[in-house]
């Protein structure tokens, strides 16, 4: 089925609109020109019967009634109009008639006025038009409506050749973007349409670009991750690889035990797709929280406890400060806080040199828990801070077995605090350290 495109929409709009203005001026200006000269002739035709009766009393001044029918005649023939006189009690005392006219009485005046003689009426006369006067003002007429004729014409061929100009424009832009949306669908990602145009369509042009350029970016993003990944999975698994071949033929690597190297490196890869897990669950918004009251400071100090090997095998001291007036309890899920903050943790070991010092402080108000963790580490460039916490965001692209991640562990840090109802940040000086806090309701998140 098709459909009724803008162009023609516009074009028909146009068109009507144009057309239907047109039509009324010349209407309007017809009818105008009509009464106008109406009114003119009124005017004329006046202005003759009063010279007539002016005339006739004039005649009947000079001789009598004979006179007046004398004059009668003339004004007649001179002024091209029949003429009908009557006496003071309405009886006809004389016509008179234009030459070629036999008689005008009975013809409907078109004026009739008094004679007076001293003053005092004594009768009246009517100009009675001949059948040839009226058609004498159509001319006039028939040039105006020539003119307007002619103006209409002009006047539509600008109105059509206006609405299709009208119609082309305005369906111009929406035609170039379609090509360019099926471009883009196409897989083509260097796609930018020029602003130009209508203030709409630049504005639709400008958003088509922004969209066009963020698929551009999240599609080198898919394929960042992807390379990344593939990167991520495929050291732990070659490594393990060697191990087990080397157990398999029974060669054995000296000072190193196999199983906990296998162990750490299976970890490793857990902690991979676990968090790859997170990040998918995150964005199909399945992610629930199973929020209850949860004493602060045992919880902390487990969270903490778990991680003071890793702090040792990486000569890092690792403090815990509850600071004074911290809340007994708070309502969060104790679980995903704690991946929250062991996100903030493991990163502060990873980028902390050996013989530096991580702490982590608690500390709470009326309304809200603070826990943040600084470190004495690499720190963070101010450009890549605003940064940071987008998914697969890495400040050190230049990766190292040893620091190397897929950018994921601070996305789902903020995706998990925010389900909490609460908030992250974080404060550095490349070089000096970094201090990665977060802020969550003492009370849980607000009902939803
Ligand atoms: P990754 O798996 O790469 O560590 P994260 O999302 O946890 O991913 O961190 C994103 C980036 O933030 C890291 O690649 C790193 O550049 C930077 N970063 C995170 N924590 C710290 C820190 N404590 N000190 C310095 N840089 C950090």
Do not use: C
Request: positive net charge; charged residues 20%; without cysteine.
């Amino acid at each position: 089925m098709r459909y009724l495109s803008l162009r023609w929409l516009l074009f028909v709009a146009a068109f009507v609109t144009l057309t239907g203005v047109i039509s009324l001026l010349g209407i309007t200006v017809l009818h105008t020109a009509q009464h106008q000269l109406s009114h003119y002739a009124a005017q004329r035709d006046s202005r003759i019967a009063h010279r007539v009766a002016h005339e006739l009393v004039g005649g009947f001044r000079r001789g009598g009634m004979s006179g007046l029918v004398r004059q009668a005649d003339t004004s007649a023939s001179q002024w091209g109009s029949g003429l009908v006189i009557r006496n003071g009690s309405g009886r006809v005392i004389a016509t008179a008639h234009p030459p070629g006219i036999r008689s005008s009485v009975g013809a409907s005046p078109a004026v009739t006025v008094p004679l007076r003689m001293g003053g005092k009426p004594i009768g009246t006369v009517a100009l009675v038009h001949p059948p040839t006067f009226e058609p004498r003002l159509s001319p006039v007429l028939r040039a105006i409506e020539r003119r307007l004729a002619l103006a209409a014409a002009v006047g539509l061929t600008i109105a059509l050749a206006v609405s299709i100009w009208v119609g082309r424009v305005a369906a111009a832009p929406f035609r170039k973007m379609a090509l360019a949306a099926r471009a883009v669908a196409a897989g083509r990602r260097d796609i930018q349409l020029p602003l130009v145009g209508l203030q709409e369509a630049r504005a639709l042009a400008e958003d088509f670009n922004h969209m066009a350029q963020a698929l551009a970016a999240s599609e080198q993003q898919r394929q960042r991750l992807i390379a990344d990944m593939a990167h991520e999975f495929r050291t732990p698994l070659s490594i393990l690889l060697g191990y087990v071949t080397a157990l398999d033929e029974g060669v054995s690597v000296p000072g190193q035990d196999p199983v906990a190297l296998i162990r750490d490196e299976t970890r490793h890869l857990v902690r991979l797709t676990d968090d790859l897990q997170m990040l998918a669950r995150a964005d199909a918004q399945e992610l629930e929280l199973s929020l209850q009251w949860v004493e602060i400071r045992p919880w902390l100090r487990n969270a903490i406890n778990a991680l003071t090997d890793l702090a040792a095998q990486h000569r890092i001291e690792l403090t815990l400060v509850l600071k004074e007036g911290l809340a007994h309890a708070a309502r969060y899920d104790p679980d995903r806080l704690r991946q929250a903050l062991g996100n903030y943790l493991h990163n502060a070991l990873k980028y902390t040199p050996a013989g530096g010092r991580v702490t982590v402080t608690a500390q709470s108000d009326a309304d809200t828990l603070t826990l943040s963790v600084a470190d004495t580490g690499i720190g963070v460039d101010a450009e890549d801070l605003p940064r940071l916490f987008d998914r697969l965001y890495r400040a050190d692209r230049a990766r190292s077995r040893g620091t190397g991640g897929l950018g994921v562990g601070l996305a789902i840090t903020k995706k998990l605090v925010e389900l909490s109802g609460g908030s992250v940040g974080v404060r550095s000086t490349k070089g000096e350290g970094s201090t990665f806090w977060l802020q969550i309701p003492l009370d849980g998140p607000p009902a939803s």
